[in-house]
């Protein structure tokens, strides 16, 4: 208990971090499997783990500059846990894209993690790849990636000239990029195949005008979508393996780029 008196300034500079990235990162963000009280309890743990192996190197006081200092540390936590976040989105992209192709575009089921409206599909694969990455035990590694990253950014960091430099704007902006990159390419076969039926229905109305075509196409594009879905499911373990391994990248070279001097 003395300990924890002594250095108190630096517990709660650590419980903020871990605050801001458990709001913020996938799994723990989600709002109906994990509520408001266990994140906050989960951030408290880890942030007593955290203080007793690092936390203890060097006291900061409690004087003008503390409210910088807990400005910086959430704004640390809240960045690492967003970079985790936007790759999950890519799911959510991509099916947005397939849902508009297929004809499922005005139908939205609610998403667990966000509680906003979502795309069919775009659920159906989060809920895929959320199985595949607590299979993978990708949130151990995301537990473990924040509580390492006291190594590479200290308490004492210099985030806000990091920032003011360049790095970790242009590596946000990459990895936006990357992940709207990565969503094409998934929706790719099932809007490729879409575009082709798209044109096989033209041919059809211009060759046999007698057929309706508004009212065959949508079921036909349904159950075409559907067929190709079943298709690519097997491939998805490893689609979604190289998006976590994109995921954990994105958030180690942020942490690179925020290293202190």
Known sequence: MDLVLAYYPNLLLIFCRMTGFFITAP???????????????IS??????????????????????????????????VLLGFIAYLFFTVVQIAGSFIDMQMGFGIANVIDPMTGAQSPVFGSFKYMIAMLLFLTLDGHHYLLLGIMDSYQVIPLDNTFFAAVAAGPPVELLTRSVSTAFTLSFQMAAPIVATMFLVDVALGILAKTAPQFNVFVVGMPLKILVGLGVMLLLIPGFAFLFQNLFATMFENMNEMMRALRTA
């Open 27 to 41: 799994v723990f963000s989600t709002r109906n499997n994990v509520p408001p009280p266990f994140r906050i309890g």
């Open 44 to 77: 408290v743990f880890a942030a007593l783990l955290v203080f007793f192996a690092s936390g203890t190197e060097r006291a900061i006081p409690i004087d003008q500059e503390y409210a910088y200092y807990i400005i910086r540390e959430s704004l640390i936590g």
